[in-house]
Nanobody
Framework: QVQLVESGGGLVQAGGSRRLSCEASGRTGSRDRMGWFRQAPGKEREFVASIRWSGGLPDYADSVKGRFTISRDNAKNTVFLQMNSLKPEDTDVYYC??????????WGQGTQVTISS
């Protein structure tokens, strides 16, 4: 079993920055990919970024490329999402997830990020 705990959400002014963290506990095994997703009320969950514990290039949604950076600290079992140049449309609940390229099996509880204009 894998448990994921997100932190770092809050209220940010447009144009500002915020860093989210996701600490993983338990054995991820072959579920090597960590992802960030976001979801607004009444909308489908949207992929934001992903990275593998074992390395390789991260993936990003077009909407966040050049503004968000995903990174990992394997020693701390923690994945980060650095969000820069934030826009009001980035307001969402952000979720951390663990899985494979095609399926995410474990999800965190989410952390609210609100961007004020």
């Amino acid at each position: 079993q894998v448990q994921l705990v997100e932190s770092g959400g809050g209220l940010v002014q447009a144009g500002g920055s915020r860093r989210l963290s996701c600490e993983a506990s338990g054995r991820t095994g072959s579920r090597d990919r960590m992802g960030w997703f976001r979801q607004a009320p009444g909308k489908e969950r949207e992929f934001v970024a992903s990275i593998r514990w074992s390395g390789g290039l991260p993936d990003y949604a077009d909407s966040v490329k050049g503004r968000f950076t995903i990174s990992r600290d394997n020693a701390k079992n923690t994945v980060f999402l650095q969000m820069n140049s934030l826009k009001p449309e980035d307001t969402d609940v952000y979720y951390c997830a663990c899985g494979t390229l095609t399926t995410y099996y474990y999800w965190g509880q989410g952390t609210q990020v609100t961007i004020s204009s």
